[in-house]
Structures are given as structure tokens and as C-alpha cells.
């Protein structure tokens, strides 16, 4: 049976050190870290995670700035915000939750976050700090993913490493950091020419597409470690109950990996912790602490 690479249990063992962190900091810098996360309308997804965004730095310990605007907000509006919050010197990070409506440019507001308050790691500065190896603000699912395979002490020095997705938010960053750690990388997509026998190549497998049941039996090399990103939505047609699941076929893999992340419990329960974790950090930066 493969064992479970168990995100939760991690994200709760270091909200508790963040906790201890934050009540020693505070202590010298007479104010707490400050977090603002900005939403758009009324989409309950991002409604949801804004909240558990709120919910777990109150535990922690972090002051909480949300901004949420009206459906009908301008990108005036929102630039003008983002403005003011970088000079606040009481926020320490900021994230703009996606997806936005369509009419509004994402790309241009997460360009105008100051990038040492950037708490998602995607501005353009922080991408090219990370692909020059240059400490710096890293994008939170994949950070996560490389802090579960080191709690696990899963070496990725020599192995092979297959990432299937090449978004901005996951593929690309994650790739990058796996070859920072001396993995061999490969980045393949729905526009892979036999995607089997290049999945079939690796040690260390990465699910990031968003497509339920992509990664089944014959995609698995035995004894690889397989990590779900994928949180999909998922209806039973018999009770019409719906439930999270993954890119990854999980039970069908249970005896060929040779480690694996549940959906859900696994790297989704790292997000947030790695903002938490960013928020921190930048505010250790800039208060020199």
C-alpha cells in the first residue's frame, strides 16, 4: 500500500509554529503581520476560500485586510486599492483571490502588487527571482507540494520528474523548484504525444491539469511518488451528493505508488498554510526581524 503524503496533519503542525512565530515577532515589532486578500462578486467558490483564507490567519495570529468589491467594480477601483495597501505598513502581503470577472484584467492588477508584499508568488519579479534561484516570494501550491516531499524526506536529488500541466499558478513554478532541487524535469500537456509512456518515465509524478481520473494504473511507474493537485468537483449520480476529487485514479494506485496525496487532505491543505507561511516571511523581511 502506498503511503499517504498527508498535507493536512503538515499544514496543522506548522500553523502551529507559525503561531509561536507570530506571538514572538509581534512582541518586538508591537504590531501583528497583516494579510489583505481582495475578491470580486459573489462566485461561492471564491467566497469559500477567502473565508478559510480568514479563519486560518486568525488562528495564527495574522491581522486580516479583506477588500470585497461589488460585481460591477472597475479596475480603477481595484489598482487604486492595491495602491494604498502597498503603502500601508500595516499589510505585509497581498492576493488578489481568481478567478475575476472577465471583463477585468487579472494579469495588470497582479502586476501592480508591490513584489515584496506579493503573498501568492506570482508577480513577474518573484517568478524570475525564482527561476534565477534568488530568495524571494514563492507561489503557494507549488511551495507546498516541495514542503510535503521534504517532510516526508523524499530525496529528488538524480530522479526523474514529470509535471503534467504547464499553467503560470502550478506547472510552470514547480518545475522550476524540482529543478532546483537536482531533479530531471519534463512538463507535458494535453497536447503530449503519448502521455502514458512519457508519465510512465517518472519518479516523482505531478498531477496539475484539473481533469478528474487523467493519471490511471498505466501511467505509473511502480514505486513512483504521485502527487494530486487536481481539486475537482464531482457529482454521484446516484444520490446526486457531491465531493472533491482529483486528477489521480487514488484507489486504483494504492498498491503501485510507492507514496501518494489524498484529494482532499493532501496539497490543497498546503495552500493556505504557504500563504500564512509567505505573509510571515515577508513581514520578518521587511521589519528586519
Not at 271 to 276: E, P
Request: net charge negative.
Amino acid at each position: 500500500m502506498a503511503g499517504l503524503l498527508d498535507g493536512k496533519a503538515l499544514a496543522a503542525k506548522m500553523q502551529a509554529e507559525l503561531t509561536e512565530q507570530v506571538k514572538e515577532l509581534q512582541a518586538q515589532a508591537d504590531r501583528p503581520p497583516g494579510l489583505a486578500v481582495l475578491m470580486v462578486g459573489d462566485n461561492p467558490a471564491s467566497a469559500a476560500y477567502v473565508g478559510q483564507k480568514e479563519k486560518a490567519c486568525a488562528r495564527v495570529g495574522i491581522a486580516s485586510f479583506g477588500k470585497h468589491f461589488a460585481e460591477d467594480a472597475t479596475q480603477a477601483e481595484l489598482e487604486q486599492t492595491i495602491h494604498a495597501l502597498n503603502q500601508d505598513d500595516q499589510v505585509d502581503g497581498i492576493l488578489v483571490q481568481l478567478p475575476l470577472p472577465d471583463r477585468l484584467n487579472s494579469v495588470a492588477l497582479l502586476n501592480q502588487i508591490d513584489p515584496d508584499k506579493d503573498a501568492d508568488g506570482l508577480h513577474p519579479i518573484n517568478l524570475g527571482r525564482l527561476l534565477r534561484g534568488e530568495e524571494g516570494l514563492r507561489s503557494c501550491t507549488p511551495a507546498g507540494v516541495m514542503r510535503l516531499l521534504e517532510e516526508y524526506q523524499i530525496s529528488l536529488k538524480g530522479k526523474q520528474a514529470v509535471v503534467l500541466g504547464r499553467s503560470i499558478l502550478v506547472g510552470k513554478p514547480l518545475a522550476l523548484m524540482l529543478l532546483e532541487q537536482d531533479a530531471t524535469v519534463t512538463i507535458a500537456h494535453s497536447r503530449t504525444p503519448d502521455l502514458a509512456a512519457i508519465a510512465r518515465t517518472a519518479d516523482i509524478l505531478v498531477a496539475a491539469v484539473g481533469r478528474i481520473g487523467l493519471v490511471t494504473p498505466e501511467m505509473v511507474k511502480p514505486g513512483a511518488v504521485v502527487i494530486d493537485v487536481g481539486i475537482n468537483r464531482m457529482t454521484d449520480e446516484t444520490t446526486g451528493k457531491s465531493r472533491l476529487v482529483g486528477d489521480v485514479q487514488f484507489d486504483a494506485l494504492q498498491d503501485i505508488a510507492s507514496w501518494i496525496t489524498p484529494v482532499p487532505g493532501g496539497v490543497g491543505a498546503m495552500t493556505v498554510t504557504m500563504l500564512l507561511h509567505n505573509t510571515v516571511w515577508s513581514y520578518r523581511q521587511r521589519l528586519g526581524l
